[in-house]
């Protein structure tokens, strides 16, 4: 990318400094490395972090935080009344058991969740979302669509498959 034609959404804003300016100066102190990977990843992490506060803006009217609003959506996407065990679960979100322990210990005091046990393993648990819990979650699942929608209004529908087939490279 030239310094001509800089990208859209490079000048800074909210969430910090020039980007281009960043660029120049570490190119000044050090012209023996190319400090393009540092632009290309805070661009990414500004993007995060501009998505992430947009999210939780939408969820946290509702007392939710992400990790709980991951254990809802997963719960959710599954289907009314179906249940995942906690290893199953913790699976889906790619996440450890022991970090799903606690997740499901605050949802399950607040009543949207219930633990239940296996009747195909009698020392095995399922989760499920209680009624009062898939009513949250379902409504939410509508604003939350509509503010990632909002979140990506810059991009066409094009620029958002694009993105996602460029994101998705990086592994």
């Keep these: 990318m030239s310094q001509e034609n800089p990208a859209p959404g490079r000048e800074g804003g909210p969430l910090g400094a020039n980007m281009d300016g960043i660029l120049d100066q570490w190119r000044r102190v050090r012209p023996d490395i190319d ?9 990414v992490w500004r993007a995060a972090e501009v ?3 947009g999210v939780l803006a939408n969820i946290s009217d509702h007392g939710l935080d992400f990790p709980a609003f991951d254990v809802l959506m997963t719960l959710r996407r599954q289907g009314r009344g179906a249940a995942l065990s906690p290893t199953a679960l913790a699976r889906e979100m790619m996440l450890s ?8 210990d605050r949802l399950e005091r607040r009543g949207l969740i219930r633990r239940l046990s296996d009747p195909e393993d009698r ?18 699942v509508a ?25 998705s490279r990086i592994t």
């Design 35 to 43: 400090p393009t990977p540092m632009a290309v990843c805070g661009d």
């Design 123 to 140: 020392r095995g648990l399922k989760v499920e979302l209680t009624e009062g819990g898939f009513a949250l979650i379902d409504g939410l």
């Design 143 to 167: 604003s939350h669509v509509a503010t990632e929608d909002r979140l990506l209004t810059a991009l066409s529908p094009d620029e958002r498959a694009t993105l996602r087939a460029l994101l």
């Design 51 to 53: 998505l992430r506060q």
């Design 97 to 104: 058991t022991s970090a799903m322990t606690n997740r499901l």
